[in-house]
Nanobody, 125 residues
Framework: QVQLVESGGGLVQAGGSLRLSCAAS????????MGWFRQAPGKEREFVAT????????YYKDSVKGRFTISRDNAKNTVYLQMNSLKPEDTAVYYC??????????????????WGQGTQVTVSS
């Protein structure tokens, strides 16, 4: 079993930055593909970014490319999402997720096995 705890959300003005962190329990963290998804009110949960087990491969939703960066520190069992040039449409609850079945990166929600409780990101215009 893996527990994921997100932190770093908050209220920021458009154009600002936030850094989300996700701390994972378990000694096999370095085997997991990791991802960030988000869900805005009234909308389905959507993919944002993903990273493979080593951190050597990443993939992003088109609308966040060049603004968001996913990274991981396997020694600290932590994955990060650096969000720059934030826009009001980035407002959502952001969820960290881990795949015990795939060590590679994945944008598919069904590939993930564990989810955090989410952290709210609000971008004001």
């Amino acid at each position: 079993q893996v527990q994921l705890v997100e932190s770093g959300g908050g209220l920021v003005q458009a154009g600002g930055s936030l850094r989300l962190s996700c701390a994972a329990s378990g000694r096999t963290f370095s085997n997991y593909g990791m991802g960030w998804f988000r869900q805005a009110p009234g909308k389905e949960r959507e993919f944002v970014a993903t990273i493979n087990w080593s951190g050597g491969s990443t993939y992003y939703k088109d609308s966040v490319k060049g603004r968001f960066t996913i990274s991981r520190d396997n020694a600290k069992n932590t994955v990060y999402l650096q969000m720059n040039s934030l826009k009001p449409e980035d407002t959502a609850v952001y969820y960290c997720t881990a795949s015990a079945r795939y060590s590679s990166e994945s944008s598919r929600l069904r590939d993930y096995d564990y989810w955090g409780q989410g952290t709210q990101v609000t971008v004001s215009s």
